[in-house]
């Protein structure tokens, strides 16, 4: 049904909010106060045409902007779109009652983030290789990408060549690309069997082509340049399509709170630690103890520290904290903590930090929610919050990073 709405506010997805006599709608690539048409089903509205646009409407940078689902936020003017961002973080505290002024956003730059994942589907009109259009399953093959690197976007006819010769049906498929100090890591997942001839093919293109390292289905393929990430000093080489901070800049930002935060604690405990990203930074001040569910990211972080020179020591340990939180008893044995969990939070684990003696808790979060629940959980154990900063890593998309800093007196048990 095809009808025409005004736009009241903007949903925490991103999506223009029009309120009708059944209920909300909510539209994509919209913005408060615009006038649209848009082919309206249950709560989801196709923008047709925008008849009366906001001033906050800017020309997106992205020929792409409307069609991929990859950015929700290219339209909106600068300043508002910040705002939003600090927004999203705000009103989850609010909702957990946290009363506390955030510090200044730390912005993202377009044409820096060095890892992506992209979709691919082998067509009998050619391979697709992009981003899947908002709420469908459908890939939009992508030409450019306004929040990649440069290096990542000029490999995307070569990405295509290999996609090419390692996919042998037409199910759809992810490849995970990740910028690296000596050349790109190329992860391809979910694209089924792989004939030994398909993957000496594809083993020879990427060293004629000079990728770091090609893998598929988490098995290496070809590894021509062991992949670097830099932590701080340390070079690490994580796992195929391993977790990683997504901008490197942002990362540092990141870690640079983290770190003036425990700058005095000379044992930490960097809980979900990932390979490294904080617990190499902090190992040279303090020592470390790291602990991850994934055995592989934990082996490529203790490589990297034992590799290294001028780091304290630093110990790792495998554990599910989802299943396993470290107790608040293990946990007193340490002057500061930092944990990084997925979005699902730490719930378990700060009920545990919330019961120890630590003083200095840093908490990273790409969720602003399960960041509100965790906090309200540590605060209610005793801790302070002394400052909570939003970082745009994830650009022109409804998702935020935080990092939240917390302290309380250490008590004789």
Same mark, same amino acid.
């Given at each position: 049904?095809?009808?025409?709405?005004?736009?009241?506010?903007?949903?925490?997805?991103?999506?223009?909010?029009a309120?009708?006599?059944?209920g909300?709608v909510?539209?994509?690539?919209?913005?408060p106060?615009?006038i649209?048409?848009?082919?309206?089903?249950?709560?989801?509205g196709?923008?047709?045409?925008?008849?009366e646009p906001?001033?906050l409407?800017?020309?997106?940078?992205?020929?792409?902007?409307?069609?991929?689902?990859g950015?929700?936020?290219q339209h909106?003017?600068?300043a #508002?779109y !910040? &705002?939003f961002?600090?927004?999203?973080?705000a009103?989850? +505290?609010? %909702?957990?009652? @946290?009363?506390?002024?955030?510090?200044?956003?730390?912005?993202?730059?377009?044409?820096?983030?060095?890892?992506?994942?992209?979709s691919g589907?082998k067509?009998?009109?050619?391979?697709?290789?992009?981003y899947?259009?908002?709420?469908s399953?459908?890939?939009?093959?992508?030409?450019?990408?306004?929040?990649?690197?440069?290096?990542i976007?000029?490999?995307?006819?070569?990405?295509?060549?290999?996609?090419?010769?390692?996919?042998?049906?037409?199910?759809?498929?992810?490849v995970?690309?990740?910028?690296?100090?000596?050349?790109?890591?190329?992860?391809?997942?979910?694209?089924?069997?792989?004939?030994?001839? #398909?993957? !000496? &093919?594809?083993?020879?293109m990427a060293i004629?082509?000079? +990728?770091? %390292?090609?893998s @598929?289905?988490?098995d290496?393929?070809v590894?021509?340049?062991?992949?670097?990430?830099?932590y701080?000093?340390?070079d690490?080489s994580?796992?195929?399509?391993?977790f990683l901070?997504?901008?490197?800049?942002?990362?540092?930002?990141?870690?640079?709170l983290?770190?003036?935060?425990?700058a005095k604690?000379?044992?930490v405990?960097d809980?979900?630690?990932g390979?490294g990203?904080f617990?190499?930074?902090l190992?040279?001040?303090s020592?470390?103890?790291?602990?991850?569910?994934?055995?592989?990211p934990l082996?490529?972080l203790?490589?990297?520290?034992r590799?290294s020179t001028?780091l304290?020591?630093?110990?790792?340990?495998?554990?599910?904290?989802?299943?396993?939180?470290l107790?608040?008893?293990?946990?007193d044995?340490?002057?500061?903590?930092?944990?990084?969990p997925?979005?699902a939070?730490?719930?378990?684990q700060?009920r545990?930090?919330?019961?120890s003696?630590v003083?200095?808790?840093a908490?990273v979060?790409?969720?602003?929610t399960?960041?509100?629940?965790?906090?309200?959980?540590l605060?209610?154990?005793?801790y302070?919050?002394v400052?909570?900063t939003?970082?745009?890593?994830?650009?022109?998309?409804?998702?935020?990073?935080?990092?939240?800093?917390?302290?309380?007196?250490?008590?004789?048990?």
């Amino acid at each position: 049904m095809n009808v025409r709405l005004r736009i009241d506010s903007l949903g925490g997805q991103g999506d223009g909010v029009a309120r009708t006599e059944r209920g909300q709608v909510f539209v994509p690539f919209t913005l408060p106060g615009e006038i649209v048409n848009a082919a309206v089903e249950r709560d989801r509205g196709t923008l047709m045409a925008v008849v009366e646009p906001s001033l906050l409407r800017v020309e997106p940078p992205c020929r792409h902007f409307g069609t991929c689902g990859g950015c929700s936020l290219q339209h909106m003017e600068g300043a #508002a779109y !910040r &705002a939003f961002k600090a927004e999203r973080v705000a009103s989850a +505290l609010k %909702r957990e009652r @946290i009363d506390v002024a955030l510090e200044p956003l730390v912005d993202c730059a377009p044409d820096s983030r060095r890892r992506v994942v992209l979709s691919g589907r082998k067509t009998t009109g050619g391979m697709l290789l992009g981003y899947h259009r908002m709420q469908s399953g459908e890939i939009v093959d992508i030409e450019e990408c306004r929040i990649a690197v440069p290096s990542i976007v000029s490999a995307l006819p070569l990405l295509r060549d290999l996609a090419g010769v390692v996919c042998q049906n037409t199910k759809p498929f992810h490849v995970t690309v990740t910028a690296t100090e000596t050349g790109h890591d190329v992860a391809f997942a979910d694209v089924g069997d792989v004939p030994d001839a #398909a993957r !000496r &093919a594809a083993g020879d293109m990427a060293i004629r082509q000079r +990728l770091a %390292r090609l893998s @598929i289905e988490g098995d290496i393929v070809v590894e021509h340049h062991r992949p670097a990430i830099r932590y701080g000093s340390v070079d690490v080489s994580p796992p195929p399509g391993s977790f990683l901070q997504a901008v490197a800049s942002a990362e540092e930002a990141m870690a640079g709170l983290v770190m003036a935060h425990l700058a005095k604690a000379k044992r930490v405990a960097d809980l979900f630690c990932g390979s490294g990203a904080f617990a190499l930074r902090l190992a040279r001040g303090s020592e470390v103890h790291a602990v991850e569910a994934e055995a592989a990211p934990l082996a490529a972080l203790d490589r990297g520290f034992r590799f290294s020179t001028g780091l304290k020591r630093v110990t790792t340990e495998k554990r599910d904290l989802f299943r396993r939180p470290l107790t608040f008893k293990e946990l007193d044995a340490f002057d500061g903590i930092v944990f990084d969990p997925p979005r699902a939070g730490a719930e378990d684990q700060s009920r545990q930090i919330a019961r120890s003696n630590v003083p200095k808790v840093a908490a990273v979060s790409c969720n602003p929610t399960t960041l509100a629940r965790d906090l309200r959980i540590l605060i209610d154990g005793g801790y302070r919050l002394v400052g909570v900063t939003p970082v745009d890593q994830f650009l022109w998309s409804p998702h935020v990073e935080a990092v939240a800093l917390l302290e309380k007196p250490r008590k004789r048990r």
